[in-house]
């Protein structure tokens, strides 16, 4: 990992964008990490455009502000395409993480001449295959974790673990089905 990866999720209320911040930054804080994560709210609303932050360190964090150019960018919502300039600010040396069941050139014409790393996630597929239901975050939190390599994909598994352990100790039986998800969705990256 580099000394410092900074990552904005851009999501619709309701879709957990910045659940999955947050949780990036405890698994990442877990790991020895320095981390800041954190959601930037506009209208606050239900299916309104959301923006979430994660700054990941090997040092100490002294900087407290959005982040406005990113390493890398998450997509939950493929819509938010076209109504959110997802590329502002965005390093072509980094990379962008689309929901979409569209292929990596398939979405590049969408984003603003940008010319770095584009990559793909069904997650809608990952999410119903996995937990019957589509909550898009899981997949895209492990998306994020192995296109911008912040943490082993062991280590990023076994904290999931213990963290979903944690979260839905009263409801194991979802347990299964979110490791599961991140499983699937650290393949199904394209």
Known sequence: MADLVEI?????????????????A?????????VQGFPEYGPERMGAPITAYNRISNKEIRVHSN?????????????????????EGLKETGGIVVNSSKTPDEIKSKLAGYNGKVYTIDARKVSVACLGRYFPNTP??????????V????????????????????????????????????????
């Open 8 to 24: 904005r999720w851009h999501g619709r209320g309701g879709q957990g964008a910045k659940t999955a911040a947050l949780l990036l």
């Open 26 to 34: 405890d698994v990442a804080f877990k790991t020895g990490s320095y």
């Open 67 to 87: 982040i406005y150019e990113p390493d890398f960018v998450v997509v939950v919502d493929e819509g938010l395409l076209d109504v959110v300039n997802v590329t």
């Open 140 to 149: 895209m939190l492990a998306a994020i974790v192995k296109v911008s390599g």
């Open 151 to 190: 943490m082993a994909k062991d280590t990023f598994f076994a904290e999931m673990l213990n963290s979903f352990n944690h979260k839905f100790a009263s409801k194991p039986e979802v347990i299964e089905g979110n490791m599961n998800a991140l499983k699937m969705a650290f393949e199904e990256v394209k």
